[in-house]
């Protein structure tokens, strides 16, 4: 097997596109693992992993506690309310005194961007980027890749649209650059207040028409609009904005057959994607949320050593 030299898992641009193939490659092994009437297997017995929550999730929080758990590391899972942040005591000091109990992966997820670079250059552990800001979530954009490499055999050359809150999105960020770095284009829509100025500059084809941007995708993945970050209105009202940006059947006239529809969750029903769409036949959405899980157990096994032991063998 290659070798993964990483210690951390950081975001899309520190992985090279070799190394992003190995994470999609051993994912599929992983992948086959949930599919045992035992799905566990002894790979990590031994090793630690901290889970550290700093806001809300469902998919990535649980995904990566069952990742853990089926490779067999003994996983613990904090959260900031129930952390003695509490009392004040801050990112630093908390991420030293975990250290001093000798983790070997932490899983962090945190409201400022930097927050898990900052660790990763202080702590000894590998730290994992579960989602930081505005700026990156490494490990949805990976398990994007993975669903659509699954259904289309390839990611280079197709087109991918990425639609509604950009200029709050994590995984827009992360999703262009890895789509890009592996051959695909990538076009993003949504309102004008919602599209950061320069985002061009990661690769990204700009329009302000949702009809546009699907009009060639083999590829359409829906934003939630992330209204915990929004400071002031940048739309009018949720059904004006459905109206406009919102993904429905009637809107979907304008889409190749076929095209398949993404969205990392949660999702607004109703508002950036009509139910319909949602749960319709051509909607990966659920195939996403499993592939959470293979490529969060890859990721556990790279950085912990995994592929440089089975290279050296
Ligand atoms: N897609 C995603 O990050 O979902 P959660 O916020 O539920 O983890």
Do not use: W
Not at 152 to 164: D, P, Q, T, Y
């Amino acid at each position: 097997m290659q070798a993964f030299a990483k210690k951390d898992i950081l975001d899309m641009a520190s992985l090279t596109a070799g190394e992003i193939e190995l994470i999609l490659d051993t994912a599929g092994h992983m992948k086959e693992i949930g599919t045992r009437p035992v799905k566990k297997v002894p790979t990590l017995r031994g090793k630690t992993v901290v889970l550290f929550f700093h806001e809300p999730s469902t998919r990535t929080r649980t995904s990566f506690d069952i990742a853990a758990k089926r490779l067999s590391a003994d996983c613990h899972a904090i959260s900031a309310g129930t952390s003695s942040m509490v009392k004040g005591e801050t990112l630093i000091d908390t991420a030293r005194n975990l250290e001093a109990m000798n983790p070997d992966i932490l899983v962090i997820r945190h409201a400022s961007s930097g927050a898990p670079h900052l660790l990763a250059s202080l702590c000894r552990f590998s730290v994992i980027n579960a989602g930081d800001g505005t700026h990156a979530h490494p490990t949805q954009a990976l398990l994007d890749l993975m669903t659509i490499r699954e259904r289309k055999g390839k990611i280079a050359g197709l087109k991918l649209a990425i639609i509604g809150d950009i200029a709050h999105s994590r995984v827009a960020r992360s999703n262009i650059e890895g789509f890009t770095k592996l051959g695909a284009s990538v076009v993003i829509a949504g309102p004008p207040t919602m599209i950061p100025k320069g985002i061009e500059s990661l690769g990204a084809a700009v329009t302000f028409r949702v009809e546009e941007a699907i009009g060639d995708a083999d590829v359409i993945m829906m934003l939630r609009i992330q209204k915990e970050r929004q400071q002031g209105f940048l739309f009018s009202t949720e059904r004006e904005y459905a109206q406009a940006y919102g993904l429905t059947l009637e809107k979907l006239k304008h889409a190749r057959p076929g095209v398949l529809i993404m969205h990392p969750g949660p999702i607004n029903r109703g508002v950036e994607i009509a139910p319909e769409v949602a749960d319709g036949p051509y909607s990966l959405i659920l195939d996403q949320v499993e592939n959470g899980v293979a490529i969060r157990m890859a990721l556990l096994y790279l950085v912990a050593g995994g592929a440089r032991h089975a290279a050296s063998d």
